[in-house]
């Protein structure tokens, strides 16, 4: 019995010292995003006015002092209204130095044509010689011809006597003004500008690297007054030439359908095109790591159950970003990327999914 109680005490004391086996590693909860294929669309948003598309300048076609002006920014005229008025006075009198110079070379005209028969009448008995009558005839034809053109200068004057009144060739609304009583305009200053109401039209300026893919886009507008109202529109017109101090393109889009648009307007354009044919997937840039210098991604494979499974490391072709978005292409569609905590994973990582969130693709529009 004594030699039982000593190993018995040994086999207890074995047993305590005996390694315990480890526990089972509990597999890490991740969030992940199906990576889902799609070709690639993006957006810009241009801010531009509403201008006419008829829209004309109307200055005097002869210069002088403003006496009066009739119109204001926003007021509608018809054709033929008077938009303003200049001093008349000297421009009534040289229609009246027209007149008179007029009716003087019309009388030396009539003297020189009398004479020029009298002479006719006087080679037929020898009284005047043959050179005689020629001169008088060259008088007669002199005399005729500057009547003739006295009568063109009183034309003329007569017409920059009414050149005094600007009239509106259209009818139209005015949406600047440019003189006021009193000022002394040139001929041909812009003093007035008509724009036509019938054709509003959107107009932006495009930056240069913007240029070529803007004709290819689609179109939609809105205006500041009404930001949830959209509306399509369609290019018209894209300048080939930048503006020299903003090296901007200028854009004029109408809308498909007509509508009336509020000249002056402040519009939004939102410009939507393909951004590349290649098939690729929006993923968070979270989800972003690296392997051996090149991009890659985490991506889970499920167990049988779908919600657990391990993670490996897989690689990626990057297309471009998108504000807080990678476009990549490589893995299949379907698989689940983890998007979070890459920094933490290992290959063969055991891993619980709480509920795959569904990948936006890459079609998804990322406005800049």
């Not at 669309?41 to 598309?53: D, I, M």
């Not at 020189?112 to 005047?128: I, T, Y």
């Not at 101090?245 to 004029?252: E, G, I, L, S, W």
């Amino acid at each position: 019995m004594k030699t039982a109680f000593p190993l018995a005490l040994l086999a207890l004391l074995l047993c305590a010292c005996a390694p315990e086996k480890p526990p089972a590693e509990a597999p890490r909860m991740v969030r992940t995003v199906e990576l889902r294929y799609d070709k690639a669309r993006e957006a810009n948003r241009y801010f531009g006015t509403v201008q006419a598309r008829h829209e004309v300048e109307q200055g005097f076609r002869v210069g002088g002092k403003i006496a009066s002006r009739r119109v204001d920014v926003g007021q509608s005229v018809r054709e033929g209204d008077v938009l303003a008025v200049l001093d008349e006075v000297d421009y009534r009198l040289a229609e009246e130095a027209a007149s008179q110079q007029l009716v003087a070379s019309r009388a030396q005209a009539r003297q020189a044509e009398s004479d020029r028969k009298r002479l006719a009448a006087l080679k037929v008995d020898g009284s005047v010689s043959a050179a005689d009558e020629e001169q008088a005839q060259t008088r007669a034809q002199q005399t005729r011809a500057a009547a003739e053109a006295d009568e063109r200068k009183l034309e003329l004057a007569r017409n920059r006597l009414k050149y005094t009144v600007l009239r509106a060739p259209r009818s139209g609304v005015v949406t600047v003004v440019r003189a006021e009583v009193g000022q002394v305009v040139a001929e041909g200053q812009p003093v007035v500008s008509i724009a036509a109401q019938g054709e509003p039209e959107i107009v932006v300026d495009v930056p240069e690297d913007h240029f070529a893919s803007f004709k290819r886009s689609q179109y939609k507008a809105s205006l500041a007054s009404a930001p949830g109202e959209t509306f399509e529109v369609s290019l018209r017109e894209l300048s080939l030439q930048a503006a020299q101090q903003t090296r901007t393109y200028r854009a004029r889009l109408k809308p498909v359908t007509p509508r009336p648009l509020p000249l002056g307007a402040t519009a939004t354009v939102v410009v939507e095109r393909t951004a590349a044919d290649t098939p690729m997937a929006a993923i968070p840039a979270s989800a972003m790591t690296q392997a051996n210098g090149e991009p890659a991604v985490w991506i889970v494979r499920r167990h049988p159950n779908g919600a657990a499974g391990t993670v490996e490391l897989a690689r990626v072709v990057v297309h471009g970003y998108r504000n807080d978005e990678v476009l990549v292409a490589g893995p299949p569609a379907g698989v689940l990327v983890v998007t979070a905590g890459v920094h933490k994973m290992a290959p063969g990582l055991p891993v619980a999914l709480g509920g795959a969130v569904r990948g936006e693709a890459a079609a998804k529009v990322a406005v800049q």
